[in-house]
């Protein structure tokens, strides 16, 4: 969370309004998802890729974040392009496993295929969201798109709290450590024990002061932020329509080949 955060207010885009790069990652994550071919999935990742790279977002970061996402999808689809069963089953490949049966087809594994294509697609699309906008911007977008504000503040207070609660568990983690807290299995189950019920106390009790902190101070259902001055830059459409237009042909060119 701290990298993300660190990223989206160092990048090169940072001033750029936060409706353009929604809008392109918008168009990208639909494109994704409308045309749904495993070409178009690479490309739009391979889209994100460059993008980001051009707003200074390190290749380390970007190839750490993509190759969790992956592994989690992989494991996912895997449900889906390989089946179980305790008879033989009519499929192109087949193996026994003890009395059970793995077989997978065709029609399966591309079915998995354009699956993890298609979310890992989305999920670097909201991975450039994420890694040039920081969540203010966001806020304010949100705001000028009408979103109820009570959905708004939730937002707010609950990223807030992300990072707050982030530290007070490093701290009690690193306090736990130092007094031999995780020395075996059996101690380590103990302590974490602790450490998540003491987490949940203490983030009710941040909670009850933050409440009354608010109304202290006159919340009356909207919190204010000092608005932020961005550049409308006419090179962020040029490369959107770019990009939905290679989307687009590259998806008649699968479907011309039969991919």
């Known amino acids: 969370m701290h990298l993300i955060d660190r990223y989206a207010y160092t990048n090169r885009l940072r001033s750029v309004d936060p409706a353009q790069k929604f809008a392109l990652a918008l168009t990208a994550l639909l494109l994704c998802l409308i045309l ?6 690479a490309l739009v990742v391979a889209w994100m890729w460059g993008l980001s790279i051009f707003a200074g977002v390190p290749k380390r ?4 974040t993509l190759l969790a996402e ?9 449900g ?6 305790s008879a033989p089953p009519q499929a192109e490949w087949q193996t026994p496993l003890g009395s059970l049966w793995l077989s997978a087809s065709q029609s399966s ?44 503040d939730l937002m707010t207070l609950i990223y807030r709290f992300i990072f707050t609660l982030l530290d007070s568990l490093d701290r009690m983690r690193v306090a736990q450590d130092n007094r031999l807290g995780y020395v075996n299995f059996r101690r380590g189950l103990h302590s974490a024990a602790q450490l998540a019920s003491r987490l949940f106390i203490e983030t009710y009790l941040r909670s009850r002061r933050l409440q009354v902190a608010l109304e202290g101070r006159g919340y009356a259902g909207d919190l204010r932020v000092l608005p932020h001055t961005y550049r409308t830059w006419p090179g962020l ?6 990009m939905a237009s290679s989307l687009i042909a590259i998806s008649l060119i699968a479907i011309r080949v039969g991919l």
Do not use: K
Request: hydrophobic fraction near 65%; charge should be positive; proline fraction near 4%.
């Open 36 to 41: 749904d071919r495993p070409l178009v999935g």
């Open 61 to 64: 970061v970007l190839g750490h």
């Open 70 to 78: 992956a592994a989690f999808l992989a494991l996912a689809v895997i």
């Open 80 to 85: 889906v392009a390989v089946s179980v069963s």
């Open 109 to 152: 594994v591309d079915t998995a295929l354009r699956l993890l294509t298609r979310a890992l697609g989305g999920a670097a699309a909201m991975n450039w969201l994420a890694l040039t906008t920081p969540l203010i911007d966001l806020i304010d977008l949100l705001r000028r798109l009408r979103v109820p504000l009570v959905l708004i």
């Open 237 to 242: 459409y040029a490369l959107g329509v770019t």
